[in-house]
């Protein structure tokens, strides 16, 4: 019979194996920068390999990585603040004074119930990312690519849960504005 | 009640969540089926949660992780080699 301590046993290796990518690509996106996702990446993965005998799973592993991975995406943008600046389009500017949508709303070739994405597509995605705001892209990866809840992002980023719901919001129309002129149906 | 576009859009997240009242949700509900441009602006609002959901972690870019998987084995020979050494 399997022993379940074995299954569970995180080595380095493993670290390595199944979670740098995930490390990289969310400090990737965090930082909007390949160089400084690989410094990141390097560093977190030190980090927790050190640290590897003492971890006792009060939490889950990927719970914990997470923390890891965005305490250093957090510092390393500190060290470089006044990289980025983003301008972009309220969502909710769309709307005429009535409360009607200024323009007209198209449908998407992109269906909710059927997304596989092709290699573009994934682009198009990277790129909208890219733009968002750095508040509001942090609670996006967090909850839209790393699929966390609401109140471990929260916890995460050091703001209460209704900011988290708000930002979210304010990141999910912003891509979907970001995405619309790339999915819209067009009928010529 | 009515409501209107905007306003359903600034409700969407409780809408998809299921965080709204049950008369809220109902008004909401009505105001979606009679009303394409935000019956479509839900679709939508749906298919980037979705997308973006289906964005894969790629595998690490070949040069990087030949030299993380150096930084790593460095660091296993260095801490392997402390933990060996005798006391003293």
């Keep these: 019979m399997a022993d379940p301590a074995a299954e569970t046993l995180m080595t380095p290796e493993r670290v390595f194996r199944e979670f740098a990518p995930r490390v990289y690509h969310l400090a990737r996106r965090m930082l ?18 050190r640290k590897l005998d003492t971890f006792r799973g009060e939490s889950s592993f990927p719970t914990w990585l997470h923390r890891v991975t965005v305490n250093a995406a957090l ?17 909710l500017d769309n709307f005429d004074e009535s409360g009607h949508h200024a323009g007209p709303v198209k449908r998407w070739t992109l269906k909710p119930e059927q997304i596989v994405l092709a290699k573009e597509q994934k682009q198009v995605i990277e790129n909208a990312i890219a733009q968002l705001p750095e508040m509001y892209r ?34 999910r129309l912003m891509m979907r504005d970001l995405l619309a002129p790339h999915f819209e149906e067009n009928y010529a | 009640m009515r409501i209107s576009c905007r306003e359903i859009t600034e409700l969407l997240i409780d809408y998809v969540e299921g965080d ?36 894969p972690d790629e595998p690490l870019p070949p040069e990087f992780e030949a030299r993380l998987r150096q930084v790593l084995e460095s660091w296993q020979a260095e801490s392997s080699g402390v933990a060996s050494s005798p006391r003293g």
């Design chain 1, 138 to 171: 942090d609670v996006y990866l967090l909850a839209e690519t790393q699929q966390l809840p609401n109140a471990d992002i929260a916890e995460l980023l050091d703001i209460n849960l209704p900011a988290v719901k708000s930002r979210l919001h304010r990141a």
């Design chain 1, 75 to 91: 510092a390393y943008r500190r060290k470089r603040a006044g990289r980025e600046a983003h301008e972009i389009h309220d969502p």
């Design chain 2, 20 to 55: 709204l009242p049950e008369t809220r949700m109902i008004t909401m509900q009505q105001h979606i089926c009679g009303c394409v441009p935000c019956a479509y602006y839900l679709e939508t609002y749906h298919a980037t949660i979705e997308a973006t959901h289906a964005l």
């Design chain 1, 32 to 49: 909007n920068n390949d160089a400084d996702a690989e410094d990141v990446t390097q560093d977190v993965l030190l980090q927790v390999v």
